[in-house]
């Protein structure tokens, strides 16, 4: 066995030799070429450009490892927290199903149980009336699958769209005045160019203000809904503002700690409460802030913003 001693040696042998093979390469070159040792100021500034050359590399290599090593991580963990979101989501459906499909079960059971002669109207229509009842809220729940499965598919692919964001916000009203009441008007608003463009997921986009928009239209009753955009801090915010009480509360929450509520899929599609839940996540998936603000003056304003590459903001203004 070597030594300990030995083995120190042998390592800072190799050290100095690794660390000053390309010097002493350089000098046999410098020394192969003049015989006479006659410095030559070119080979000289040449190996000195090589070498600088090699240590930016080096470095340039380093900050895009550690730059590809942080999205890694991000990466990581936003799958760990789509495995826990997925994981509560199924626990929540074993509870949410379990009820209505046994009381429509007993139901169906006692109708078919009961003779025909012993059945009297009233009861038979109390019967019906329950099972109609649990069959609604299977129906709803239905839905908020649907609405779990678009968000488990608008992860980003990075095909990102360069859009015109007047053509855009017009027809996100166009599609939110089919869910207002009819006293209720859809406006858009901006203090950028009609000819404004933005690069950003379209459907990611589409998600985030159907989901806000729908919420709004949820709450108003008269008045109107208003649409705000700007350009700030190098990227898009929008403001939604309407009034009505909204659910300032939820804005803190993300979509994990919602789903662990019980029962919070029952009354979603009643609450939209789902739907906020969604949009926190995405803006936090895009880096971006998301809050709800409900005033005492009964209006709420829902607003978002993330980062995002904008040409021709305030062109022929």
């Not at 350089?26 to 600088?52: K, W």
């Not at 659910?247 to 994990?256: F, I, M, Q, Y």
Request: hydrophobic share 40%; charged share 25%; glycine share 4%.
């Amino acid at each position: 066995m070597e030594s300990e001693k030995n083995q120190k040696q042998r390592k800072n042998e190799w050290f100095f030799t690794f660390h000053l093979s390309p010097f002493t390469f350089f000098s046999y070159l410098c020394a192969r070429n003049n015989p006479n040792n006659i410095i030559d100021f070119t080979m000289v500034y040449t190996i000195l450009i090589v070498v600088l050359l090699l240590i930016a590399f080096g470095i340039r290599m380093f900050f895009v490892h550690r730059h590809y090593t942080k999205l890694l991580d991000v990466a990581v963990n936003r799958a760990q927290k789509s495995e826990q979101i997925k994981s509560v989501f199924i626990d929540n459906i074993s509870r949410t199903l379990r009820t209505p499909l046994n009381a429509i079960d007993g139901y169906c059971n006692k109708i078919l149980e009961e003779k025909g002669e012993n059945m009297q109207p009233a009861q038979t229509r109390e019967l019906v009336t329950n099972i109609s009842e649990y069959s609604k809220e299977l129906v709803d729940f239905v839905e908020q699958l649907h609405e779990m499965s678009k968000f488990e598919g608008v992860t980003p692919s990075f095909t990102f769209i360069e859009v015109n964001l007047t053509e855009l916000m017009a027809s996100y009203r166009r599609e939110a005045m089919n869910y207002t009441k009819p006293d209720v008007a859809v406006r858009v608003t901006t203090d950028l160019s009609p000819h404004c463009r933005a690069i950003l997921d379209t459907n990611l986009m589409h998600q985030l203000m159907m989901h806000l928009l729908h919420n709004a239209a949820n709450h108003v009753v008269e008045g109107d809904i208003f649409i705000r955009y700007s350009c700030e801090r190098r990227g898009l915010k929008v403001s939604i503002s309407y009034a009505g009480i909204g659910l300032a509360e939820l804005a803190g929450k993300d979509l994990l700690s919602f789903l662990q509520k019980d029962d919070v899929l029952k009354d979603a599609n009643k609450s939209s409460h789902f739907g906020i839940a969604i949009c926190r996540a995405i803006v936090d998936m895009l880096g971006g802030e998301f809050y709800l603000d409900s005033g005492t003056d009964k209006k709420s304003v829902a607003t978002f913003w993330f980062p995002c590459t904008m040409k021709d903001i305030y062109r022929d203004i």
